[in-house]
């Protein structure tokens, strides 16, 4: 069974950093791309980062750009979403992703994904 489960999120102060994991089951994060996305209250979701497979190639949402830092870790099967100077309209549901069709160096958070996530909530208040 393939599927991939967030973990990390919570209450954190303006300001303040949290790191997300999405660990992977049934497949490795250097196989496909891995995306994280989000969803606020009202709100369409939308990409935030993601990494290739190959690993060498990353991308993020310019509101998130010197904020945000996405990361894996092979032998762990992990992926990670570093937040930092979190804001309060950072606030959503934050999903992790694969996407099986992208090629091996590629990734984009516009392009369908295959896997998702069951989400997790981050909320950023004082």
């Known amino acids: 069974q393939l599927k991939l489960v967030e973990s990390g999120g919570g209450l954190v102060q303006p300001g303040g950093s949290l790191r997300l994991s999405c660990e992977t089951v049934?497949?490795?994060?250097?196989?496909?791309?891995i995306g994280w996305f989000r969803q606020a209250p009202g709100k369409e979701r939308m990409g935030v980062s993601c990494?290739?497979?190959?690993?060498?190639?990353?991308n993020y949402a310019d509101s998130v750009k010197g904020r945000f830092t996405i990361e894996r870790d092979i032998a762990k099967n992990m992926v990670y979403l570093q937040m930092t100077s979190l804001e309060p309209e950072d606030t959503a549901v934050y999903y992790c992703?694969?996407?099986?069709?992208?090629?091996?160096?590629?990734?984009?958070?516009?392009?369908?994904?295959?896997?998702w996530g069951q989400g997790i909530q981050v909320t950023v208040d004082s």
């Open positions: 992703a694969a996407d099986e069709e992208i090629s091996k160096t590629r990734c984009s958070t516009t392009l369908p994904y295959t896997y």
């Open positions: 049934g497949f490795t994060v250097d196989y496909w791309a």
């Open positions: 990494i290739s497979a190959s690993g060498d190639r990353t």
